[in-house]
């Protein structure tokens, strides 16, 4: 990409001309990746896809979350009271009695509870005492993704 993005809303600075970032295109389609640059943002992997019609903002390194979608020049989604994506190591997961997960959570879309589904607490069925913190929704939408790969296919003219 090439200098400073930004979109629509105007706190969001996402990816800059000192960011590593690529961008595939072919008819309406577009695939761009670079990373968030201020903040507890700094260093957060995004993938755009847009078709023509829907953009979809996707975070590798937040568990392939999908952060945000624009219709149009329409914003679809939530108003998160968590302005902007943070960083999982600055998510602690146990704070606030294991309600830490919602001190990172802004996406529109993201994945949760792959082993637990409830409030936070001890796990009675587990004996270790390292083991049995139970945290909400777990850890999952705090582990970046090891293996992104964008490609355009010439032969069926899709990406």
């Not at 008819?27 to 507890?40: A, F, K, N």
């Not at 679809?76 to 830490?100: D, E, K, M, T």
Request: proline share 7%; charged share 20%.
């Amino acid at each position: 990409m090439n200098g400073t993005y930004s979109p629509t809303l105007a706190h969001e600075k996402v990816l800059d001309a000192s960011t590593v970032s690529d961008r595939l295109s072919r008819r309406d389609w577009s695939i761009r990746r670079g990373r968030l640059t201020e903040g507890l943002s700094t260093g957060i992997e995004v993938v755009e896809l847009c078709n023509g019609a829907l953009t979809v903002s996707v975070l590798p390194s937040r568990g392939m979350g999908i952060w945000k979608a624009l219709l149009g020049d329409i914003p679809v989604g939530w108003a998160s009271p968590v302005r902007q994506p943070v960083h999982p190591a600055y998510v602690n997961l146990q704070s606030r009695n294991g309600l830490g997960w919602l001190d990172g959570f802004n996406e529109l879309v993201c994945r949760c509870g792959l082993a637990f589904n409830g409030p936070p607490g001890t796990d009675a069925e587990n004996p270790s005492p390292i083991e049995n913190a139970i945290t909400l929704h777990g850890k999952i939408a705090n582990i970046p993704a090891h293996s992104v790969a964008m490609q355009v296919c010439a032969e069926d003219d899709a990406i």
